[in-house]
């Protein structure tokens, strides 16, 4: 049903490799840590986790949230993923993306500025 008349080189083709999570923090440039923000709620040490998938040239393409003990992080964490560049990976003399879960620890400080308030009975009800 389908003829294929001319394959596509194998340095065209696109390929993804699902690397640990220490593969990931050996290929990086630079610095591996996050600024974590302060918050106004929630666990202030604890741990996130992160999808990510990096292009042939090993920019981060994409940051997805997996999962953290302070859901107000998850965005902190997703934009840092975002301006990490990997040197480019190689497998079989070709260039290929890459996919990782990874996990971090985060320590914070709360700022009461940040947290929600709190509200009497009367106040709830009145909405």
């Not at 990510?52 to 090993?58: F, K, L, P, V």
């Not at 497998?91 to 700022?111: A, I, K």
């Amino acid at each position: 049903m389908f003829e294929i008349e001319k394959p596509t080189p194998p340095a065209e083709r696109i390929t993804s490799v699902k690397v640990s999570d220490d593969f990931i923090r050996k290929a990086t440039l630079g610095g591996t840590e996050i600024e974590w923000p302060t918050v106004g709620e929630g666990l202030l040490t604890g741990g996130c986790a992160v999808y990510i998938s990096a292009d042939r040239t090993g920019q981060i393409r994409e940051a997805w949230p997996a999962g953290c003990d302070n859901a107000a992080l998850e965005d902190t964490l997703r934009k840092a993923m975002l301006t990490w560049k990997l040197k480019p990976a190689i497998s079989n003399g070709n260039p290929v993306q890459l996919e990782s879960l990874m996990g971090f620890t985060f320590h914070t400080q709360r700022d009461s500025a940040k947290a929600l308030p709190t509200l009497s009975n009367e106040q709830v009800r009145r909405s």
